[in-house]
């Protein structure tokens, strides 16, 4: 038996991801498929714009066997962090064969080649890049300097000077070099594919037809065109959140809370969360005496080095305290727990062979004695529901009371 993974969001899941799914099926040729998927809060430092359970569902409908949450501490952390702790699920398990990821060039091996590179550091690499930093060039642009030098200094290095500039600018391939560096740090035996990305860009923020990106749909989420970019199971269980009350969530719904938060907070609080450095937590305590809105917040703060999705996922970990000490504590570590969102019975399967293998807790049907693992995602899942317009669905300790959900 075949066993292939993949790391997700679906917010929401639309007909791109079936795509995906469909040719992860065909080119790993597995016969089941696990997704690692952000809970409430996603990697843009926003919450999902549906709850996890419905999204989870829709997983589910789509051919996804089993569903396992990544952990908050990850979902909302860069690039590095979120592939790392998706990674480490998966390999956890002891039972997955593949992980098949999407991005824009498409070529496993050369993406295998540049994560190689950034991964090990020569010491060559590792003296262009402090030069570069040297003479004032920000991280990412001295990265990719660094790295073209590199490859031309080492002609035996099977990827181009253009192949490096796609895959350096393009955020999934950014995210695959992460996959991949994280399978080489964890010595995973997981076999990685990939799949070239179709259609539309990852940041389009126009529907493109009836595969547009998740950024298009959310933008244009009140459109009735976004109907053609969803598979219909989708669309009706993104409509039944929105009639009973529990959507679309936006980070514009914390705006108070947010606000309250960062006034009411001292700098050495603000000093103290995950990302703030260089004085910002000055910036971020005057902003937020100065703004009135969520947008002149961010606009207030962001800066050349401080992009918004940064800010965002600074103002996230400042509502549910995740400071540099929690943060860095966990970030580099293998997950610590399974939690269970949602399964077919292929996936129930799966759970008994997951039990046999896997070395960690299988979190199924949460209660007390989980708290302590489940701390951070318990205070996303409090603080997400208080986005909610129908406030009768707000209670607390949703992520102890409500069952995973079955296909």
């Known amino acids: 038996m075949s ?189 990685p594919y990939t799949i070239n990305r179709i259609a539309n860009n990852y940041n389009d923020e126009n529907l493109t037809g009836s595969i547009s990106s998740a950024t298009s749909i959310r933008k244009n989420f009140y459109n009735e065109e976004i109907k053609n970019t969803l598979p219909k199971y989708s669309y009706e269980i993104i409509m039944e959140e929105v009639s009973n009350g529990r959507a679309p969530v936006t980070i514009c719904d914390f705006t108070n809370l947010l606000l309250y938060k960062l006034r009411y907070e001292d700098i050495k609080y603000i000093s103290s969360i995950v990302d703030v450095s260089e004085g910002l937590e000055y910036k971020i305590k005057r902003a937020s005496e100065d703004s009135i809105s969520l947008n002149e917040l961010i606009e207030n703060i962001k800066s050349k080095r401080y992009t918004s999705t940064r800010i965002k996922r600074i103002l996230i970990y400042s509502l549910l305290g995740i400071t540099k000490e929690i943060y860095q504590s966990k970030i580099k570590s293998p997950a610590e727990y399974i939690r269970i969102l949602g399964f077919n019975n292929k996936g129930k399967e799966l759970i008994k062979k997951i039990r046999q293998k896997c070395p960690l807790p299988i979190i199924t049907n949460p209660s007390s004695k989980d708290i302590n693992f489940l701390e951070y995602d318990i205070k996303a899942t409090d603080l997400y529901v208080l986005g909610y317009k129908n406030k009768i669905y707000t209670h607390a300790k949703q992520d102890l009371k409500i069952p995973p959900v079955i296909i």
Not at 59 to 82: Q, W
Request: proline share 3%; charged share 20%.
């Open 3 to 191: 066993i292939t993974g993949i790391i997700v969001e679906y917010n929401p899941l639309h007909n791109g991801h079936i795509y995906h799914i469909n040719k992860t099926k065909e080119l790993t040729n597995c016969d089941s498929i696990i997704a690692v998927m952000s809970g409430n809060f996603v990697q843009r430092g926003e919450p999902s714009i549906i709850n996890k359970w419905a999204r989870t569902k829709a997983a589910l409908l789509s051919g996804v066997d089993l569903v396992i949450e990544l952990p908050v501490i990850y979902s909302t952390s860069s690039a590095e962090g979120f592939a790392f702790g998706a990674v480490s699920i998966l390999n956890s398990l002891g039972i997955v064969d593949n992980i098949c990821f999407g991005s824009e060039i498409g070529n496993i091996e050369k993406l295998y080649c540049i994560s190689k590179i950034l991964y090990e550091e020569p010491e060559e690499y590792k003296y262009i890049l402090k030069n570069y930093i040297k003479s004032g060039l920000s991280f990412p642009l001295a990265r990719q300097k660094s790295l073209y030098k590199y490859i031309i200094d080492k002609n035996n290095v099977n990827v181009n000077i253009k192949d490096t500039e796609n895959i350096i600018k393009n955020p999934n391939n950014i995210l695959s070099i992460e996959y991949i560096k994280s399978l080489i740090k964890l010595n995973s035996k997981i076999k």
